[in-house]
Structure formats: C-alpha cells, structure tokens
C-alpha cells in the first residue's frame, strides 16, 4: 500500500520539499500529456543522477513504429528559493521548459509532473505499471488541477 501523499490540493502548485538523492534513479514514463518533442516517444524510460544543482537525465525511448531504442541527454534545474517541485528542464541549450513536481507520495513510488500552464503532464512510476485504481485516483486529481486528461497518451510498456 501507498504512504501518504506529500501535497496534494486542486491546484497545480508545486511540491514544498523533496528529498533528491530518493528522487534520482529510474523513472518509467506511464502516460503523458507529451510536448512536441516527445509526441511520438513510446516505452520512455528516464535515468535521474544528482549532481550540484540540478539533475542529469538520461532518457531511452523508442519512436512510435520504430524498435530501435533512441536516447538522448537532458539536465533538470531546481533553485534556491523556489519550492523543491519548481524546476526547468532544459534539452537543448539555452531553452529550458517548466517541470513542476505536482504529486508525489512519501515513499517516491510515483511522480506527477505537471507545467505552470497545465500544457504538458507526466505520470511517472518506479516500475513499468501501476495499480489501475491508483492510476484511474491520479488522473482524476489531475483533472481537478485543470489538465486535459482526455489528452493523455500511454506510454507502451
């Protein structure tokens, strides 16, 4: 069973505090509302790894139609003063694009991440799947912070 949630509220703020060396490590992308560079990614997986003041991603994927696994190199910003959640993912430089850690439960099973204009959302798990009934929980919450949910691709795992 899952521990509490860390924050949730129907808005789409960002989590206070976030323990970051429990937030690095594997993260398989489940479903997403998907920015115009990963539209057509499918069985996306991302590799989180702390370094001083932001985290280096390392992201496999496979287009859709495609089998051979693609990769690509990104880093994710957080700053002082900011809640935790509030970062910026930048993969191309000097662009960065909002990521905003909405939901996240104590044990760091899954993560929310959601934009400051609801444009973009991932659900996120440590394992490939997820219980349907916490899923179908999750996106209802998203629905409630104003995201499109009717929008949400599967990932394909």
Known sequence: MHKSISSFDSENKAIAKINFK???GKWYSLTSIPTALDKKWRKTV???TLKEGYFEVFTTYYKTGNTEEKSIKSKLFFYDGLPDGEMKAQFLWPFKIGYR???LPDDYSYVVIGHPDKKYLFI???KPEIDKKLMSAIVDRCKQKGYEVDKLVS???
Request: glycine share 0%; hydrophobic share 35%.
């Open 22 to 24: 429990k937030f690095q």
């Open 46 to 48: 991302e590799n989180y």
């Open 101 to 103: 850690v909405i939901e």
């Open 124 to 126: 996120m798990a440590r």
């Open 155 to 157: 990932q394909e795992h």
